[in-house]
């Protein structure tokens, strides 16, 4: 079965300083990872996905994550934190192989930036 | 175009009362389904359509759940009766297929008392 585990239910940074979200997935088939953003009252937006090929993945508003299937992992980064990251962030792997809408979501991370 | 609507964005209602949901894809999204989002935690899939069909309701706690999508378009999801513990967010996405990103809705908060 697949599961997903964020580390960390609230991260705090100072705008500026580097993001990291952390990532680790289980799966029995390969993995397709999202990172979605849900900020306060709103639906869920993608910010990035790796299905195959690069393991570097670029998304939305300067955030990427790599996937590096020896650990299990799909952390999150952003270089420099605006104020306007604070939000939550969640992490998914697929339930099913090639699925990209049927997903097990991590419990979330609560993005705080301090100006 | 228009993202994913949902309606009602908020609802109240007393325990024992029947709710329902509508949730309205992006055109030509085929593939639809209903997340619960409990405070505090990931959302959690209840079902999922391809078309009118549902192809995948394991989830789907059927003794007060249930759920429609009539014609293949929008879909209602419906409780009764509710429970205190039916107390969370409801988001509807849709996806041209299960193999493509999936867009959610806004959410309805419901909150039963």
């Known amino acids: 079965a697949q599961s997903v585990t964020q580390l960390g239910s609230h991260v705090s940074v100072s705008e500026g300083a580097l993001v990291l979200l952390r990532c680790n997935y289980s799966s029995s088939v390969p993995p397709y990872l999202f990172w979605y953003v849900q900020y306060p009252n709103q639906g869920l937006q993608l910010l990035l996905k790796?299905?195959?090929?690069?393991?570097l993945v670029k998304g939305i508003n300067g955030f990427e994550a790599e996937f590096k299937k020896s650990e299990t992992s799909f952390h999150l980064t952003k270089p420099s934190a605006h104020m306007s990251d604070a939000a939550e962030y969640f992490c998914a792997v697929s339930d099913e192989a090639g699925n990209t809408g049927k997903l097990i979501f991590g419990q979330g991370t609560t993005l705080q930036v301090k100006p | 175009e228009a993202g994913v609507v949902q309606s009602p964005r908020y609802k109240i209602i007393e325990k024992k009362q029947p709710v329902a949901f509508w949730c309205n894809p992006i055109?030509?999204?085929?593939?639809l389904y209903w997340y619960l989002q409990n405070l505090g935690q990931g959302p959690e899939l209840l079902i999922r359509y391809e078309n009118e069909e549902a192809v995948d309701d394991s989830q789907l706690p059927k003794d007060r759940f249930s759920a429609e999508r009539l014609k293949g378009v929008d879909s209602t999801l419906k409780i009764q009766p509710a429970e205190l513990g039916d107390s969370a967010v409801y988001l509807c996405?849709?996806?041209?297929?299960?193999?493509?990103?999936?867009?959610f809705g806004q959410g309805t908060r419901l909150t039963v008392v």
């Open positions: 055109s030509g999204h085929n593939t």
């Open positions: 996405a849709s996806s041209i297929t299960g193999n493509t990103e999936a867009f």
């Open positions: 790796y299905t195959t090929g690069a393991t």
